[in-house]
């Protein structure tokens, strides 16, 4: 079987890099063994706003103006919805956060999203004695169900292999790839915190950092907008809401916790009145990177390997251009941003690396 691309891993970065081939009418296979989570737990919120401090997400302007034409492209695709716009009201918590909101939505990078007044008007079963800072212009990707459609699609299409992809079993021929009976110009890696597995490209900084969420059915609160606080509350659709996330940097697991379980209820608790009862919890690792920029390029000494990864805590709107992005570099050449581009790291590769046989 000949391809131009083989695609290991199909999470946000492995379908956005997917989609981007299909259409430019290149073939590929993907291969996806379901050992990270981080795509399938996902809030799937875009927001270009920092809510813990009201700054700029960096490079938020022109990611939107990528990320949200790309999702409407796979909803035609696909004959499903998967953008939901979204307000969100930001629980502020004192007269200083208040004043802080105000400055804040008079900034050219975000007055487009911040609405420049505190919201007073209760929301039922939120407890906001300072008020809401309102953000429009947001909204969420149903990002789990969108990779489950995909991949429905794909398979009735091209090559899908539900396995594990074995670096070590990778041959290099000219300027082409072997794997088993497949032949392909490249293989582009997307495996989340897989990467640390990857015997290519594991030099590269991927601390990465847990997360957990529940889901809890709070029937009768009826909101239409996500609430943040010290945790969010993303509405689902029938008072189903998604509540969290934790941050943990030590834990490196895939497996939901009791610990993070009492952390959400107890932040939740504090700011929201209604009753619920939590009906689920689930966990991944973010491919966080450490200076927080997304690891793309080809690797220094092998030319048909690249890699689309370091999507940290915000894949929905980083996803589509890096996968353009990428896409340019390795068909065209057009030179990466420096500061999305793996050649940041090169001195962690040895001048040559005599562990890869290039053949
Ligand atoms: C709790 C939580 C909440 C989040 N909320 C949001 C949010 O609201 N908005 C937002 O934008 N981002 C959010 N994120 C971050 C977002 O989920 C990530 O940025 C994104 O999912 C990363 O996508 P990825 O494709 O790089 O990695 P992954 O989703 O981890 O995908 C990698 C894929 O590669 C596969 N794989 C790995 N190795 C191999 C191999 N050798 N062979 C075959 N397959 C392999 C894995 O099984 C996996 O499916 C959240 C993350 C978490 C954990």
Redesign the pocket.
């Known amino acids: 079987m000949e391809v131009d691309y083989i695609i ?7 379908m956005s890099f997917a989609h981007v081939l299909e259409k430019k009418g290149k073939s590929f296979v993907v ?16 927001n270009p706003v920092i809510l813990r401090r009201f700054t700029p997400v960096w490079n938020a302007a022109s990611q939107l103006e990528k990320a949200l034409p790309f999702y409407r492209e796979l909803e035609e695709k696909l004959s499903q919805t998967y953008d939901y716009p979204l307000d969100i009201y930001r629980v502020l918590h004192s007269v200083e956060e208040q004043n802080n909101w105000y400055a804040a939505a008079d900034r050219p990078a975000l007055s487009p999203y911040m609405i420049p007044r505190i919201i007073h008007k209760p929301l039922p079963g939120i407890r906001a004695g300072f008020g809401f800072g309102k953000l429009s212009r947001t909204g969420r990707v149903a ?1 789990p169900k969108l990779i489950r459609d995909y991949r429905a699609y794909l398979e009735n299409k091209t090559g899908f292999f539900a396995e ?2 074995v670096h070590t079993a990778l041959e290099f021929k000219e300027e082409r790839v072997q794997y088993n009976h497949i032949n392909a110009g490249k293989v582009v890696f ?5 990467l640390l ?1 990857n015997p290519f490209f594991k030099q590269l900084p991927l601390p990465g950092s847990k ?3 529940l889901t809890i059915h709070a029937p009768g609160l009826q909101l239409e907008s996500l609430v943040k606080s010290a945790v969010f509350i993303l509405p689902l659709g029938n008072d189903y809401y998604k509540v ?2 934790t941050f943990h940097r030590t834990d490196k697991t895939d497996t939901p916790t009791e610990a993070a379980r009492e952390e959400l209820l107890q932040k939740l608790r504090i700011f929201m009145t209604h009753p619920f009862k939590v009906v689920d919890q689930a ?5 966080t990177v450490a200076d927080r920029r997304p690891l793309v390029g080809k690797h220094p000494q092998i030319q048909q390997l690249a890699i689309l ?1 370091g ?7 980083i ?1 589509p251009e890096t996968a353009e992005q990428l896409y340019d570099h390795l068909e065209t050449g057009k030179p990466l941003l420096p500061s999305i581009s793996i050649n940041r790291f090169q001195a962690r590769w040895p001048p040559r690396d005599r562990s890869v046989q290039t053949g």
């Open positions: 290991v891993g199909f999470g946000l970065a492995g291969f996806e063994d379901g050992s990270q989570h981080s795509s399938r737990v996902a809030g799937g919120m875009y990002v594990k992809f997307c495996e989340g915190f897989g597995q997360g957990e969420v969290g996330a966990a991944g690792v973010r491919p990864n999507l940290g805590t915000r894949g929905v709107m996803a």
